[in-house]
């Protein structure tokens, strides 16, 4: 799967760029460079999905008859997601949202996201605590112009994310794909984490640590994109939620 948007969409800490891309043998690639790549490396069963200059998916169904983990893609209401893995509560979940039996992960999730953004107040991170199982997903809200993504904390499906050579951030479970397309500007999506528009990126299995970039060499000897963890000594007042400060203010308003 891959995730390319623009850094007004995806604005992601800064220590994840690398000056020593610059420098690179590997340059970095256009969004444009690396959609083509995914698809020619794909050109069986692949597809793209582009949102204008703001956004774009590519996705590719596994091609193993047994696969580790499920890959799926839907859009719903112009709300789109990658989903990667498997919840283990799934049939509880959906009682619990009132959805159909036949409702995927990736649906799921997508109904996830719309309660947070339309009927809050819930803190987004007990709702990612609810999940029980190995996932990962991307949502984007075209509509809305924003971006949810996650991985879950067992660390069992892998998520990679990185810069593109004009900015956007580019997002994976391809790492041969992410080193190609960021050079050193990449390194792995934290586990237990979650990235929205509004709100960067947080720890939703410790939602009142602030986000620490820790630096990363690679084998190169070469200073790479960091790796982020949640601060324990430090604690943020602003709970994780999705959606905007002006929708917040209107609601609170309402109270």
């Given at each position: 799967m891959l995730g390319i948007f623009k850094k007004e969409l995806m604005n992601p800490p800064k220590e994840l760029h690398s000056p020593?891309?610059?420098?690179s043998s590997n340059k970095t690639k256009l969004p444009n460079q690396i959609i083509n790549h995914f698809l020619s490396s794909n050109p069986n069963n692949a597809?793209?999905?582009?949102?204008?200059?703001?956004?774009?998916?590519?996705?590719?169904?596994?091609?193993?008859?047994?696969?580790?983990?499920q890959r799926l893609f839907c859009g719903v209401d112009e709300i789109y997601c990658i989903f990667l893995g498997d919840l283990n509560n799934l049939s509880s979940l959906l009682k619990q949202?009132?959805?159909?039996?036949?409702?995927?992960?990736?649906?799921f999730i997508i109904e996830a996201y719309r309660t947070l953004r339309d009927r809050g107040p819930?803190?987004?991170d007990q709702v990612l605590k609810d999940l029980e199982g190995s996932y990962g997903f991307v949502v984007y809200d075209s509509k809305a112009g924003s971006v949810f993504a996650a991985l879950g904390a067992d660390e069992r499906v892998k998520l990679y994310?990185?810069?593109?050579?004009?900015?956007?951030?580019?997002?994976?479970?391809?790492?041969?794909?992410?080193?190609?397309?960021?050079?050193?500007?990449?390194?792995p999506f934290p586990p237990g984490c979650m990235f929205h528009s509004e709100q960067g990126l947080t720890s939703f299995e410790h939602p009142r640590s602030k986000m620490k970039a820790m630096p990363r060499i690679d084998s190169e000897g070469v200073m790479c994109g960091a790796n982020f963890m949640a601060d324990a000594?430090?604690?943020?007042?602003?709970?994780?939620?999705?959606?905007s400060e002006a929708n917040w203010a209107l609601r609170g308003s309402k109270a």
């Open positions: 020593a891309s610059l420098t597809f793209s999905m582009g949102f204008g200059s703001s956004a774009c998916f590519a996705y590719a169904p596994t091609e193993n008859r047994f696969p580790n983990h949202y009132g959805l159909s039996k036949g409702t995927n992960e990736a649906m819930y803190p987004a994310w990185g810069v593109a050579a004009d900015g956007s951030v580019v997002v994976s479970d391809n790492l041969k794909l992410i080193k190609e397309s960021c050079a050193k500007s990449f390194a000594q430090s604690r943020t007042s602003r709970m994780p939620r999705v959606g």
